[in-house]
């Protein structure tokens, strides 16, 4: 997160970043979209939860690549040699256990080896200390319906501010739209 960016969501390029909490997909996918080239979402097998091509934004899912491990190990394998090829725009993996400090340096060194971004979608306090921002996201009940309304933090970052946002995203949307707590009537403040 350059201080001189006005993009609060861009991600620093071939590094890793983290993203938690029951918002992390709707995240996930956002960033997904937002990079070009392969994006590859590394799994555990046992997953319940797959992305469904029609609710993705725009040619994404042309782009997306399913990679299904059945170890934590070959998780984190698939992910450090998918940082490194030079092919692939951005990689998600979603480790199941907290990523060791070792770990998360590997998968730095990856990153930056090849030149790639990627998220680790991780469980509450899962996270590494050598990442470089960790983001916190969550949905808030929508004023209306048909409405996806989300809160997202950063809670980590090593080059800059911290911060929070209320936003709307739609996946067939290309920019979401900031709002303003006053926007979500009935929402108690300890809700965002």
């Given at each position: 997160m350059d201080p001189d960016d006005t993009d609060p969501f861009r991600l620093i390029p071939a590094r890793i970043h983290e993203a938690q909490?029951?918002?992390?997909?709707?995240?996930?996918?956002?960033?997904?979209?937002?990079?070009?080239?392969?994006?590859?979402?590394?799994?555990?097998?046992?997953?319940?939860?797959?992305?469904?091509?029609?609710?993705?934004?725009?040619?994404?899912?042309?782009?997306?690549?399913?990679?299904?491990?059945?170890s934590e190990t070959d998780l984190l394998w698939s992910a450090e040699e998918t940082l490194r090829a030079a092919p692939a725009g951005f990689v998600l993996a979603e480790p199941e256990r907290p990523l060791s400090l070792t770990a998360g340096r590997r998968l730095q060194l990856a990153a930056e080896s090849g030149g790639t971004t990627g998220l680790m979608l991780i469980r509450e306090g899962a996270g590494s200390n050598a990442?470089?921002?960790?983001?916190?996201?969550?949905?808030?009940?929508?004023?209306?319906?048909?409405?996806?309304?989300?809160?997202?933090?950063?809670?980590?970052?090593?080059?800059?501010?911290?911060?929070?946002?209320?936003?709307?995203?739609?996946?067939?949307?290309?920019?979401?739209?900031?709002?303003?707590?006053?926007?979500?009537?009935?929402?108690?403040?300890?809700?965002?």
């Open positions: 909490g029951q918002g992390r997909h709707v995240f996930a996918i956002f960033q997904a979209a937002r990079h070009g080239g392969p994006v590859f979402w590394i799994r555990p097998v046992r997953s319940r939860w797959t992305p469904y091509p029609g609710g993705l934004p725009k040619g994404l899912p042309g782009r997306l690549h399913l990679v299904r491990t059945r990442t470089e921002s960790r983001w916190h996201c969550a949905p808030v009940p929508a004023p209306q319906r048909g409405m996806a309304t989300q809160r997202w933090t950063l809670v980590k970052n090593k080059r800059g501010l911290l911060g929070d946002w209320l936003l709307d995203w739609c996946p067939h949307d290309a920019r979401p739209r900031l709002l303003d707590a006053a926007e979500l009537p009935g929402v108690a403040l300890n809700q965002l």
